[in-house]
């Protein structure tokens, strides 16, 4: 139904920041919501970040609250992860995830998954 392609990784200090994209494609993007994952080396994929449909629900694990901002833009097919304030411990593939209702956090309930883009972090 639609086809997740993340980008926007790559190499940051820490305290720095990187904007994360999610492009979609195959379906109707607007009617999906969105969320963001990740997985660091030897340790299960863990929650990130979440948006509705409609942009007015949002979901964020506790680890990112105030410094990750997700946003999406519906005419542009593309999910955003803004993240500010970068720490070692967010070093991972970020993964895009797409589902028909709000999951939130509940990763099993998700329907499309992208590639992944890695993000590193050094101290």
């Known amino acids: 139904q639609v086809q997740l392609v993340e980008s926007g990784g790559g190499l940051v200090q820490a305290g720095g920041s990187l904007r994360l994209s999610c492009a979609a494609s195959?379906?109707?993007?607007?009617?999906?919501?969105m969320g963001w994952f990740r997985q660091a080396p030897g340790k299960e994929r863990e929650f990130v970040a979440a948006i509705s449909w409609s942009g007015g629900r949002h979901n964020y694990a506790d680890s990112v609250k105030g410094r990750f901002t997700i946003s999406r833009d519906n005419a542009k097919k593309t999910v955003y992860l803004q993240m500010n304030s970068l720490k070692p411990e967010d070093t991972a593939v970020y993964y895009c995830a797409a589902s028909h209702e709000y999951y939130g956090a509940r990763e099993s309930a998700y329907d499309y998954w992208g590639q992944g883009t890695q993000v590193t972090v050094s101290s």
């Open positions: 195959g379906s109707t993007f607007s009617s999906y919501s």
